[in-house]
């Protein structure tokens, strides 16, 4: 017979599979290798912006939680993204991934090109971490219950299909496959044990579903910014 527990990680799962971006157009074109490299460039570029808030939506989660053992969990999430030092982390290795691919760090930590609607998206996930509780704040982060299988996926269409991508800047999507089945482990095993009732639970699922709706939204924006294209094909 199904327990509580196990229904609650039923709804995540379904909501998590269902209504995850890679389903969204812009990322099926991009598994396609129907990307040019001026919209790719686009996606590295505006993803960054994303990517630079992740620890600081970490460190606001982090100050909710109440013992050191979460506390430290969650550390070692900043840490994935900031590194121990200079030249370390999940961050660097973005920046490298834009290398890659043609981009200079300066246009990515200039943040001049990030186009209005992934502001929203990005700021709409930093505020919500910061003014929800921990356990909807953490099950907020369970998109990453499908990240990995993204992140396969994405290494083998950008080695397939763009292969003027240097390999080397792929190194940021082979790090965060463990790091992703870790993390999603971790939080799923916290909102399974903080949802107590009925309404927990339809809390902790809003929160995924809004999550997945900052990542959609986000690539409707990339999908829709041309703008910079003209100047964007073949820097
Ligand atoms: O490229 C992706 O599809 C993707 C998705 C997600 C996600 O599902 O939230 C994250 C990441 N990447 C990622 O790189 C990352 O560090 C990350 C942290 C989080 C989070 O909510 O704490 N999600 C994600």
């Known amino acids: 017979m199904s327990t509580p527990r196990t229904r609650l990680e ?4 379904a909501v998590a599979q269902e209504r995850y971006h890679d389903r969204h157009p812009f990322n099926v074109r991009m598994h396609a290798g ?3 490299p001026a919209e790719l460039r686009r996606w590295i570029l505006n993803r960054f912006h994303y990517q630079r808030h992740i620890p600081v939506k970490d460190a606001l989660i982090t100050a909710k939680l109440d013992t050191s053992r979460l506390r430290r969990m969650w550390l070692r999430r900043i840490q994935d993204h900031d590194g121990a030092t200079d030249g370390e982390g999940g961050i660097e290795r973005w920046l490298r991934l834009g290398e890659a691919a043609g981009l200079d760090r300066d246009r990515l930590l200039s943040g001049d090109e990030v186009v209005p609607g992934v502001r929203l998206a990005v700021d709409g996930y930093v505020n919500f971490c910061r003014l929800r509780g921990p356990l909807e704040a953490v099950a907020a982060s369970l998109t990453e219950l499908s990240a990995p299988g993204i992140m396969l996926t994405r290494i083998d269409a950008f080695e397939r299909y763009y292969p003027w991508i240097e390999r080397a800047g792929l190194a940021y999507f082979r790090n965060r496959v463990g790091q992703g089945r870790r993390d999603s482990t971790e939080a799923l ?13 339809d809390r902790a ?3 995924l579903a809004f999550k997945c709706d900052v990542l959609w939204s986000l690539l409707d924006a990339v999908d829709h910014a041309d703008t910079k294209d003209g100047q964007g094909e073949g820097t």
């Open 34 to 36: 129907e990307l040019t």
């Open 205 to 207: 699922v809003a929160a």
């Open 10 to 13: 039923e709804r995540l799962r």
């Open 189 to 201: 095993d916290l909102v399974l044990t903080w949802a107590r009732t009925p309404e927990d639970e």
